[in-house]
C-alpha cells in the first residue's frame, strides 16, 4: 500500500492559502501562538479530513458531512451520506481518507445505526465525487446491538499495510469489554472489503471475533498513528478519572473493567485493581478525568519546539493537552487554551504544518493553530 504523502503534499499547496479569520493570541512555555478561525456555524462537528485540493471534510453528529471549500462552508451537505441514528452520542463520527484517496477518491465513516434489534457502531466505505458520495457499502457492523446510546466509539485509522482499525466502545455495558465473541469494547482491524486482516492476532482461535486486534477498551475517542514508529496509538475516556493514553498491540487486553484508575459516576469503587496478570497497564492516565477526544503528533515545522509531541482535546476540562514522550514516559504535560473555554472534539495535524481543531457546540468551530508571527 503506498504511503499518504502524495496526497499531504497535494494538501500543503493549498492550504497553506486558506482563508481565515485571524483570532486570539495564546502563549505556552515556549511558544507563542494564534488560533485563526476557519469555519463557524457546525452542529457538534465530530472529525476533520484534509482533501487534496485544499478543501476540508467535516462530519456533524448530526448526521452530515460537509466542506469547507476556499476559507467557507459549504452551504449544502455532501450528499449520499449512509442512513444513520442521532441518539445520545450517536450520530455521523469519524471520516478518514483512504490512502491512495488521489487516485480512488475512497472514503470511510463511523457512525451509529439503529434496526428493530438495537443501536450499533458502522462504518461504510464510499467514492466521493461532485459533492456527493456513491457506492456506499457498509463494511463493518459490531454486534450485538443494544437499546444503549452511548459510547459507540467510532475512531479509525490506517497502518502502514493498509489496514483499517476501527475503535468500538462498550456501548455502556462494562463487561462487554472483556466478552471476545462480542464486538463491543475493543479495536477491530480489517481490510478495506471488511474481511479480518490477514495476520489478526486471534485468527484461529474460537472463543475471540476474528476482526479483534485488541479488547478490554472502554471508549476511545482519539486514535492516531506515530509518525516514526508506525504503531496505533489510542486514547479512552475514563469514568470517574482514569482516562488512559495506550499504544495498542495486537492480541492485548487494556483491562476496562477489570483494571481502571477510575472510580463509577456514583463515586462508588469499580474495582480496586491498577494492574493484573496478563492486562496491559496505560502508557499515561488522567485523575481526575479530563474527557479526552481527538489526538494527534504534530510533525510540522511552524513550531519546532511542539515538533514530535503528542497532542490531546479534552471536552470536560476545555483544554488542549500537550504530551512530551521520551522513552515510552511522558516526560512533560502543558495545559494550552483553557482560556479558550471550548469543548475541543478534534485534533489533526495539517499537512502544511499546523495543527487543526474542532469544538464541540451547537455552534462549533474549526480552528487552526499557527505560529503568532
Not at 149 to 178: C, K, P, S
Not at 269 to 279: R, V
Not at 302 to 321: C, H, N, S, T
Request: proline share 6%.
Amino acid at each position: 500500500m503506498p504511503s499518504i504523502k502524495p496526497l499531504a503534499m497535494a494538501c500543503c499547496i493549498y492550504l497553506s492559502a486558506l482563508p481565515c479569520a485571524f483570532g486570539q493570541t495564546f502563549s505556552s512555555d515556549d511558544v507563542t501562538f494564534r488560533l485563526d478561525t476557519v469555519a463557524a456555524g457546525l452542529e457538534h462537528p465530530w472529525s476533520l479530513a484534509f482533501l487534496p485540493d485544499g478543501s476540508l471534510l467535516v462530519t456533524e453528529r448530526a448526521g452530515r458531512l460537509r466542506i469547507i471549500r476556499d476559507g467557507k462552508l459549504v452551504p449544502e451537505p455532501v450528499a449520499g451520506v449512509p442512513d444513520l441514528v442521532v441518539s445520545g452520542q450517536g450520530g455521523l463520527l469519524d471520516v478518514l481518507l483512504h490512502p491512495e484517496f488521489v487516485e480512488n477518491r475512497t472514503l470511510f465513516l463511523s457512525y451509529s445505526h439503529r434496526n428493530r434489534d438495537g443501536m450499533t457502531t458502522r462504518v461504510a466505505r464510499a467514492t466521493l465525487a461532485n459533492d456527493r458520495l456513491t457506492d456506499v457499502e457498509v463494511i463493518f457492523e459490531a454486534g450485538p446491538r443494544s437499546g444503549k446510546n452511548r459510547h459507540f466509539a467510532g475512531r479509525m485509522a490506517f497502518d502502514g499495510a493498509g489496514n483499517l482499525y476501527i475503535a468500538v466502545g462498550d456501548r455502556g455495558e462494562m463487561d462487554r469489554a472483556q466478552d471476545t465473541s462480542d464486538d463491543a469494547g475493543g479495536v477491530h482491524r480489517i481490510t478495506i472489503d471488511g474481511e479480518p486482516a490477514a495476520d489478526n492476532p486471534d485468527l484461529d482461535n474460537a472463543r475471540i471475533n476474528d476482526t479483534f486486534f485488541t479488547w478490554g477498551n472502554r471508549n476511545i475517542q482519539g486514535m492516531t498513528v506515530h509518525p516514526v514508529t508506525g504503531a496505533v496509538w489510542t486514547h479512552e475516556h475514563g469514568p470517574r478519572g482514569g482516562d488512559e493514553i495506550n499504544i495498542l498491540s495486537a492480541g492485548t487486553n487494556y483491562g476496562w473493567p477489570e483494571i481502571t484508575y477510575g472510580i463509577d459516576y456514583s463515586g462508588l469503587p469499580i474495582t480496586l485493581n491498577t494492574e493484573k496478570e496478563g492486562m496491559a497497564r496505560p502508557l499515561h492516565y488522567w485523575d481526575p478525568s479530563i474527557a479526552p477526544s481527538g489526538m494527534a503528533f504534530y510533525t510540522g515545522s511552524q513550531i519546532p519546539e511542539w515538533r514530535g509531541d503528542l497532542f490531546v482535546g479534552a471536552l470536560k476540562m476545555r483544554k488542549l493537552v500537550r504530551l512530551r514522550i521520551k522513552d515510552g514516559t511522558v516526560v512533560e504535560e502543558e495545559d494550552l487554551l483553557e482560556d479558550l473555554g471550548a469543548r475541543i472534539r478534534d485534533v489533526r495535524a495539517g499537512p502544511e504544518g499546523a495543527l487543526w481543531l474542532l469544538t464541540d457546540a451547537p455552534e462549533g468551530k474549526v480552528y487552526r493553530l499557527v505560529p503568532a508571527q
